[in-house]
Structures are given as structure tokens and as C-alpha cells.
């Protein structure tokens, strides 16, 4: 139950074979996403890789759909910030005439002028209709505010205003540009032999092209400065959505692992701090989380809740009082206790399958992590102590410098959330169908 | 048949077991090709389904209580949802939070769910702390406290769920107003969260009186899936539910849904930027002998890009941003719901007339087989990729089991759908697919009724 790292010309296959079921997962994952999106075509990598995706080999969508179907199969296309990666999952025995599709998407993307206007217009629409997603409207509002002029803050789906100028040779110029077979990966697991998985991976290489790796030019951010609020105005809101957060931490930073166990203390489980005080004691939100994600360069730290409107300024109020508790008092030796025992045994949830094993390895190759990040966690878990933990929280994480992103009725509350936050500096309302 | 080892095992835990601990093997039953559910019945009604699996050092143990939102009542709505809450709360030997506590550092993953037939109860750990588990379950199913500052704090909480899912999500208040148009008579017409008024109004009372009808050996099933032994397994549940007495579970108290014998539509006006549409049409119980073909045909019409209706009312007519199906997999007659989001100016009219189209199409034309095997092919795959886990088995099994009465009835819909044809795909959708079997809501966009009258 090991993940092979096999080179092959220049790239990478990860594999782990397991005959528990008869299916066959594969991943190929570029590394670079929606960072590379060129001025004023937020979103271009997303439209780019659902085009991919709609006209490989020169069929069209509804060929390839009902090919990928008729074979059992599924084939999706993911993007984030740093990386784009097309995941399949197949029936084992019509391994082949999947692989055959995937080079299609992945290696003769078609790119008509008529499938990427229908595409332009099918994601004006999703980005209209994510409107009615409030959560989603929170987070998309936290990070522009979070990483204002930073890359970060920028939407991987894309804006109304950018989508309609974008055209099938932006999407054909950016994937000669990034899709080729030294800024790919790809992984295997399931029900296939090494063998077997590394012609296919050597056949979908072959028939990329070739072309430089991509630098990383993006810099880390730097956060935001001071306390600043920013209201999305949505009308009959009985409930609220609010993400407070800052600038957070890296897995190279020395202290990363330390920070990830105190913020499993303040928000990473169901008896963590905020789950305790704002839903068991007070039953102000359904969920109380804080979570401190990572990508390749420092991302944010950031605490969610969801209470009633009426409890909204009470809820920010005590998620500053126990963040400030947190970063002045720290942790204690129990609380650290308890959290190093449930990251160390759920980890086997991490790790149950050989997809989740091989696509932990994949993630430490496309986020550029540390050699030992997964393989040594449990060991990088145990050397935390209560001192290191404490002093990460303290060298990371400033509450003086944070973002508070509500969405809400303005008119009945946003006096009283802006009350809530001591020493507030910039804020204002924008209405929740803004672009 | 029993083996003679197993014969010897069980014989040695019954020797001196008080007759409500004696354990019977019950059965095996071949899940898959290459792993099986033991069946065991204990004296005092508790059923224990184990699917050993030693592919990963992990164990899901899942109890399944025979108790949803069908067995509550009017002005009691949501009763059922609470209690999977409060069952997270203090027991005779807990403080409130320790029973959480204790699952998280044993490394636990753990959740619930309660739906319209069923509460269930799920703990994923590494296998080594199965014992505790194993404790803690048998420990709430019998010794919860329940007073007054937790039922009030959970009220609480589950008012701001509400909030969450329905009051301020479209599709959630749509789908909630769906099936109180459907239903009028049967106890699926009240949502299984509850209605605000009844969630604010239950008292400690009522949970306690609810706890000791519904939750007790005879009404649940635990299920196991993982790294763990039969013989470990059974004596430590032995040990932990034994003693347990049986409760006297009431006759259910439900009503079949009369015939709906004409449309019902309604219009509703919400903050959206889009208009949408839901629809349902009554369509059978998953035991239904229909089921398996009508759940194919939804995959013909909705499953995938490929798909029908994607094809037409978002690629070819590109008057809506989404269209998506459920069907009812409950123990009776449910609804399949339809819901779209309409593009831009387009309305809920012009996605009905679409969707009614194709739906007139499969009425008349027969379907191809190519469309058919597609429809398989997705099936199949959904249902082997939802087994990767041993969470995932133990879900499968437990649906089934709990619906069903039995476990591998996943395996066997496989079975049914190889044997759906043309002929009844066209049937069941003459059948079930009618006008006057369902209940349509046109959801207006706010901002768009003012700009109108303006």
C-alpha cells in the first residue's frame, strides 16, 4: 500500500495499484490554474479547461459526453488558483477506450467557436445564478477584500464583466502555453498494473506537446491592513453569512504543523472553541469552524459562521473576543493534547483508500510542499508542544489586521455588525448582485 | 448455513446469556462479488449486520433507528431531526460535550442524518477503537439525559439549520412547499426539519416520551463494516446492548396519499436573479416493482450532460442554467422532483413547455438502446464508486437494509435495471410522468417583478 513515483520523461506518474473494486481512477493535473489568467480575462484558465473538456479530438460535447458515459465513466475538470486537474474514475474493463477519450480532451482539444461562445454564455448564467448561493457570495467578497491586488483575490470563475470577451483563441493560445508535458502530472490508482498505467501515462505524454515549465511568478501576499468590513446587501436575509479571517500560513513555514494544531483547537472540530461557545453554549450558528487551508504561496486564515440576523453583531463581537483570547492566552496543554490525538488518528481517514493516498501525493507535488509534509506528518503532529503551538499563533496570525465579509439585510443590521468590531477602519455595503 | 466454527462461537456467548442477549446468526448475504453481510439477531430485537473488510485499518459502525419524519405528527413536525441532535448531548455517564470529545480524540469521524423513513447514526474510527465506540453508542441509545438547557439550546441551532436550508435557500423553501402541495393525507407532506412554529415549540417532555418509544434495540440496526473480527465484535456488543430491554414500538399511524387526480400549481416570489421551476410527480415506493425503470429513465431524461433535457433546454434552447432530478428512494410512494433555473429573461413557463416536450417525447418514442446501456453504465458506476470506503459500504447497506429489509439490495437493483426494456421505460412513463399526478411552482425573481412594474 504504497504510492509509486515513476519519472517519465519529463513528468511524473503516481501510482498505486488495488484490486478492491473494479474501477480505475486517473488524474492529470497541471501545474498552474487560474493564476495564469491574463489581465482583465478573469477566468479564462476555467473556460479554457471546460472546453477542453467539451471538444477533445474534434467531437462534440454531447459525443464525448455519451461516449464517456456508454464506458461507465465520468471525467471532470477542476480549477482552483494553482492548478487545473481532470479527474476520471472508469469501469476497469473499458480502461482503454477511456484512456483514448482523455487524450482526446487533454492533448486535441477542438476549441470551436461555436461550443466556446455557448460556453461563455452557460458561465455568464452560473454566475448570475451563484448569486442566489449566500455562502458562496461570502467567500467570493472575503478574498477580493483579503488579497485586494494580489492574484488571489481574484475569481477562478471569472466575472460578468470578463467572460464575454473572452474567445476560442484566448483558450487555444492559453493551453498551447501551459498544457504540455513538462507542466504536467498525472496519477493511477485502482484496479490497473504498473504496466498498464505506465503506457497509458507514456501515451497520453506522447501526445502533448512540448514546451517550457511555467515559473511561478506570482509573490505571497501580504494581507490586509487594519480591521475593514465589507456587507453584501442581499434583501429578506433571516440569517447571515460572516467570514473573519486574515493572512495565514504556508507548510514551509517552520511553524505550519504547529498553527494547524492550535487552529484545530479554536475551530477544527465539533468541541473546538467556536463550535463550543457559539453553537452548544449560546446555539447562535449551526456551524462554527475556523480552518487555515494552504496553497502555494500563503493563503488565509479565516473563522465561518452563520447565525440569525438578530444575533449577527453579538456572533462577530464573541468570534473577536475568543480569536483575541486564542492569540494573547494561546492554547492549553490539554486542549493541545486532545487535538494531537484526533490529528493523529483520523489521519487513517486521510490515507483508507489508494486514491486518497496518491492524490496526497499529487497535492504535494502541485503545491510544492515540503518532501516530508505527508509522509512525516504524524511525526511533524507528535514534535508539536504547547510552546511551539502557542508561539505559531502569535508569529501568524494578527487580529488587529483582518477582514470581516457579511452577507445580510444592510438595512436592518449593518449598523450594528459595524458597532461590533472594535477599532473598524475602512467599510462599506455593496449590493449582493454586484459583479 | 452455519459453520461450525461460528456454531461453536455463538454457543460459547449464549452460555449463561439472559434470553434478551442470546444471538442468533441470522444470515449471509453476498455483497458483491467478493465480500458478505452476516446477519445477527440479538433476544432483545437488535439486529447487527457485519461486513468484514480488511482492506484498510479502518472501521465504520453505523446504527440505523427505524424512526424519520413519517413517524412524528402535526404539530410535533421535526421531532425526529431534533432527537438526532440532542443525541450528541450529556448521558447518565457523560457531561455535556464529552461524548464528542472522546469520539475526536479517538480519531473518530462521526455524523447523523434523519430523513422522511430513518435516523441514522454514523461513526467512522481507526479499527483499534472500536470498543469505545462501541460503548458510547449503546451508552446514548439507553442513558441520554435529556433537560431542559439542552433541549432549548438545540432548538436553538436546529431554528438556525432551518434558516440555512430553507428559509434563506431558494431551492430549499421550493422543495419544502413541493411536497406539502403533493401530499395531502400521507406523513411526507411535512418537511422532515420541521415547521419553525413546531421546532420553537417542543418541550423536554416531548423528547423524552419520543426517546423511549423510538430508541431501543428492537428498533435499530447496527452495522459494521471494516477491519474487525465476528467474534470480537459480538461479544463486545453483547456486553454493550444485551441487557437492554426492548420497547413497545406503536403501530405507525400513516395514511396512504389519496390519487392526485388533477395539477396543482402555485407561484412563489423569492430573491432570485433567475426564475425557476420545480416539479413532482408522485412515483412509487423504492420496493416498487417500477422503481428500478422509472429511476432509469429519470438517468435518460436528466443524468449528465448527455442527457435529455440538458441537451435541450441548456445547450439547444439555452433557456436555463441547470435542470436536475430526484427520485424518491423511500419506503412509500414518494415524489420525483424536477427543479431548474431559468437564464436570464427566460421564464418557468418556457422550461415547463420544455421540459414537457421531451417528457411527451418518451411517452411516444421508444428509447434506444444505445440511451439505455448509458443509463446502466451510470448507474453501475455510481453505485460501485459510492463502495470505496468502509463508510461508504456501510451506508449502502444500511439504506438498503433499513428500506428494503435487505442489505445487498443495491446489487440486486443492478440485477432489476438489466432486466428494464424499452418497453418499460415507456410504460412507466405514460404511468407516472402525467399531468394531472403533478404539483408544478413557479418561483419569480423579486427584482425582476419590480422592474415589471415599473
Known amino acids: 500500500m504504497t504510492v509509486q513515483s515513476i519519472d517519465i520523461g519529463n513528468s511524473r506518474l ?20 487560474a493564476l495564469e489568467d491574463p489581465e482583465g480575462k478573469e477566468g479564462l484558465t476555467r473556460l479554457t479547461a471546460r472546453a477542453m473538456r467539451r471538444t477533445g479530438g474534434g467531437l462534440s460535447q454531447q459525443e464525448l459526453d455519451t461516449r464517456i458515459d456508454s464506458l461507465g465513466g465520468s471525467l471532470g475538470a477542476d480549477v482552483s488558483h494553482s492548478t487545473v486537474s481532470f479527474t476520471g474514475t472508469v469501469i476497469a474493463r473499458n480502461l482503454d477506450a477511456f484512456v483514448d477519450l482523455v487524450i482526446d480532451v487533454l492533448a486535441r482539444p477542438g476549441f470551436s467557436e461555436e461550443e466556446v461562445a455557448l460556453l461563455r454564455r452557460e458561465t455568464e448564467a452560473e454566475l448570475i445564478e451563484a448569486r442566489d448561493n449566500d455562502r458562496a457570495l461570502a467567500r467570493r467578497w472575503f ?26 483563441a484566448d483558450a487555444r ?13 498525472s496519477t493511477f490508482s485502482g484496479d490497473i498494473d504498473e504496466a498498464r498505467a505506465r503506457s497509458r501515462a507514456e501515451r497520453l505524454l506522447d501526445a502533448l506537446g512540448s514546451g517550457e515549465r511555467l515559473p511561478d511568478r506570482v509573490t505571497d501576499p501580504t494581507g490586509p491592513l487594519g480591521r475593514s468590513l465589507v456587507f453584501v446587501d442581499k434583501p429578506e436575509r433571516t440569517q447571515t453569512q460572516i467570514l473573519i479571517g486574515g493572512l495565514g500560513s504556508h507548510p514551509r513555514d517552520p511553524d505550519h504543523i504547529a498553527l494547524h494544531v492550535a487552529n484545530t483547537v479554536l475551530g477544527g472540530t465539533f468541541t473546538a472553541r467556536l463550535m463550543k461557545e457559539v453553537r452548544s453554549k449560546r446555539g447562535w450558528s449551526y ?66 483508500t489508494a486514491t486518497k493516498r496518491v492524490g496526497l501525493a499529487l497535492d504535494a507535488l502541485v503545491y510544492d510542499l515540503p518532501p516530508s509534509y505527508y509522509e512525516g506528518y504524524l511525526d511533524h503532529i507528535a514534535e508539536v508542544t504547547l510552546e511551539r503551538a502557542n508561539a505559531a499563533i502569535r508569529a501568524r496570525i494578527d487580529p488587529t489586521n483582518l477582514v470581516v465579509a457579511v452577507v445580510g439585510t444592510a438595512g436592518e443590521i449593518e449598523a450594528d455588525v459595524r458597532a461590533a468590531i472594535p477599532d473598524l477602519g475602512a467599510h462599506e455595503i455593496v449590493p449582493h448582485d454586484a459583479d | 448455513m452455519l459453520s461450525r466454527a461460528r456454531e461453536k462461537r455463538l454457543t460459547q456467548l449464549n452460555q449463561g446469556a439472559t434470553p434478551l442477549n442470546q444471538i442468533r446468526h441470522a444470515g449471509t448475504t453476498a455483497f458483491g462479488p467478493a465480500l458478505a453481510v452476516e446477519r445477527f439477531r440479538f433476544g432483545n430485537g437488535l439486529e447487527v449486520l457485519l461486513c468484514e473488510d480488511h482492506s484498510a485499518p479502518v472501521v465504520a459502525y453505523h446504527t440505523w433507528y427505524r424512526v424519520g419524519s413519517r413517524h412524528e405528527r402535526p404539530g410535533k413536525t421535526g421531532l425526529a431531526h431534533l432527537f438526532e441532535h440532542l443525541m450528541f448531548n450529556e448521558t447518565e455517564k457523560l457531561a455535556a460535550g464529552e461524548f ?46 435529556l433537560r431542559d438547557p439542552q433541549v432549548k439550546s438545540e432548538k436553538e441551532v436546529v431554528a438556525n439549520e432551518r434558516r440555512y436550508r430553507v428559509e434563506d435557500d431558494v431551492e430549499g423553501s421550493v422543495s419544502e412547499t413541493l411536497w406539502s402541495m403533493a401530499f395531502e ?27 423511549r418509544t423510538f430508541y431501543a434495540p428492537n428498533n435499530a440496526t447496527i452495522v459494521v463494516v471494516g477491519d474487525v473480527t465476528e467474534t470480537a465484535l459480538l461479544s463486545r456488543v453483547q456486553e454493550a446492548y444485551g441487557h437492554l430491554p426492548p420497547s413497545t ?14 395539477e396543482r400549481r402555485c407561484e412563489l416570489s423569492k430573491p432570485t436573479a433567475t426564475e425557476k421551476l420545480a416539479i413532482g410527480y408522485h412515483t412509487p415506493a423504492i420496493g416498487d416493482f417500477d422503481h428500478p425503470a ?11 450532460r448527455a442527457s435529455r433535457m440538458h441537451q435541450a433546454l441548456v445547450r439547444r434552447l439555452e433557456i436555463a442554467s441547470e435542470i436536475r432530478v430526484f427520485v424518491g428512494p423511500f419506503r412509500d410512494p414518494g415524489l420525483t422532483e424536477i427543479f431548474s433555473s431559468a437564464r436570464g429573461s427566460h421564464t418557468a413557463e418556457e422550461l415547463l413547455a420544455a421540459i414537457d416536450h421531451e417528457i411527451a417525447k418518451v411517452c411516444e418514442e421508444p428509447i434506444s438502446s444505445d440511451e439505455i446501456e448509458r443509463a446502466r453504465a451510470r448507474t453501475e458506476l455510481s453505485l460501485i464508486a459510492g463502495l470505496e470506503t468502509a463508510d461508504g459500504k456501510a451506508s449502502t447497506i444500511g439504506f438498503y437494509d433499513t428500506v428494503l429489509g435487505r442489505p445487498a439490495a443495491g446489487f440486486e437493483r443492478l440485477d432489476d435495471l438489466a432486466r428494464v426494456t424499452a418497453s418499460d421505460l415507456r410504460r412507466v412513463a405514460r404511468r407516472y410522468l402525467v399531468q394531472r399526478q403533478r404539483s408544478v411552482i413557479f418561483v419569480r425573481a423579486q427584482g425582476n417583478e419590480k422592474e415589471a412594474a415599473a
Not at chain 2, 422522511?116 to 439525559?145: C, K
Open chain 2, 249 to 262: 414500538l406503536p403501530l405507525e399511524d400513516v395514511h396512504p396519499e389519496p390519487p392526485q387526480l388533477e
Open chain 1, 173 to 185: 493560445a492559453l493551453y498551447q502555453r501551459t498544457w504540455t508535458r513538462q507542466n504536467v502530472l
Open chain 2, 294 to 304: 422509472l429511476s432509469l429513465l429519470s438517468e435518460v431524461l436528466f443524468g449528465g
Open chain 2, 185 to 211: 393525507k400521507h406523513a411526507y407532506r411535512w418537511p422532515t426539519i420541521g415547521w419553525m412554529a413546531d421546532i420553537e415549540g417542543f418541550s423536554t417532555e416531548d423528547c423524552q416520551e419520543f426517546y
Open chain 1, 287 to 352: 456551524g462554527a469552524y475556523s480552518s487555515l487551508p494552504y496553497d502555494r504561496h500563503r493563503q488565509a486564515f479565516s473563522m465561518w459562521t452563520f447565525p440569525k440576523a438578530s444575533d449577527a453583531a453579538a456572533c462577530i463581537k464573541l468570534e473577536l473576543e475568543l480569536l483575541a483570547a486564542w492569540c494573547e492566552k494561546g492554547i492549553t496543554a490539554r486542549e493541545l493534547a486532545g487535538a494531537k490525538r484526533y490529528l493523529t488518528r483520523s489521519h487513517a481517514f486521510a490515507i483508507d
Open chain 1, 143 to 168: 478574498s477580493r477584500k483579503m488579497f485586494a491586488g494580489h492574484p488571489y483575490g481574484r475569481s477562478v470563475s471569472g466575472r460578468t464583466a470578463t467572460v464575454p470577451g473572452m474567445t476560442a
Open chain 1, 14 to 33: 503516481l501510482l498505486e495499484s488495488s484490486p478492491a473494486l473494479p474501477l480505475v481512477h486517473l488524474t492529470v493535473a497541471l501545474s498552474s490554474g
Open chain 2, 100 to 145: 464528542d470529545r472522546k469520539l475526536e480524540e479517538a480519531g473518530a469521524e462521526s455524523n447523523a442524518a434523519t430523513w422522511l423513513d430513518w435516523t441514522q447514526y454514523t461513526i467512522a474510527i481507526p479499527r483499534g477503537q472500536l470498543p469505545l465506540v462501541i460503548r458510547l453508542e449503546a451508552e446514548r441509545m439507553s442513558r441520554l439525559v
